[in-house]
């Protein structure tokens, strides 16, 4: 437990690239024992959120788009970037009603998680929101084009029970939500 709170030591830092969506920086550092690693690559991204919307009938909403990194249309939860000066619970909020048309209802955080601590500098929110309704049409940026879907909770099961919701800042949260809302078990688990 000696190094739970010591950090390495940043002795130069430099951007490789500071682009909108994409912020990298090459940090020289020294380690605890004095070592020093020439090269450690950080992405610095903005807080992400993401919500589990579930509908006043208790439909799950969920959004299809495609992901250009895999090459796949992935099946997800409402989800977004916390804009600068807003709070998480703001941002997911905002986030569902423009990517859905869903609002309202009652929210409560669920967890934070980290994207990947070891090269990322972001957290990414997840938020509960139970009881939502259609209130507005979509309003998507330029870049978006996702479809709606309205899931029972069966069928969010099977999909994370064969894999196919892919992305782990939703897969997280999602499991986190049966295992303490419903004491159901998933697959193996």
Not at 62 to 91: N, T
Not at 156 to 166: A, H, M, S, V
């Amino acid at each position: 437990m000696e190094n739970d709170c010591k950090k390495w030591k940043i002795i130069d830092s430099d951007y490789i690239i500071k682009r909108p969506w994409l912020t990298a920086r090459k940090d020289k550092v020294e380690l605890f024992d004095g070592r020093i690693i020439e090269e450690y690559y950080v992405f610095e991204y903005p807080d992400w959120v993401n919500v589990i919307a579930i509908t006043k009938e208790g439909e799950f909403v969920m959004e299809k788009q495609y992901r250009h990194g895999l090459g796949v249309h992935s099946i997800e939860l409402p989800c977004g970037v916390a804009e600068k000066g807003e709070s998480p619970i703001d941002a997911a909020k905002r986030e569902l009603l423009e990517e859905t048309g869903y609002g309202n209802g009652e929210w409560s955080k669920l967890m934070t998680i980290a994207p990947n601590p070891g090269s990322m500098n972001n957290l990414t929110h997840c938020f509960l929101a139970v009881g939502v309704e259609k209130i507005s049409n979509q309003s998507l940026d330029d870049t978006e084009e996702l479809t709606v879907h309205l899931m029972s909770k069966k069928q969010i099961k099977q999909l994370l029970d064969n894999d196919q919701i892919c992305q782990s800042l939703m897969v997280a949260p999602l499991y986190k939500y049966f295992n303490i809302n419903n004491n159901d078990t998933i697959g193996d688990i």
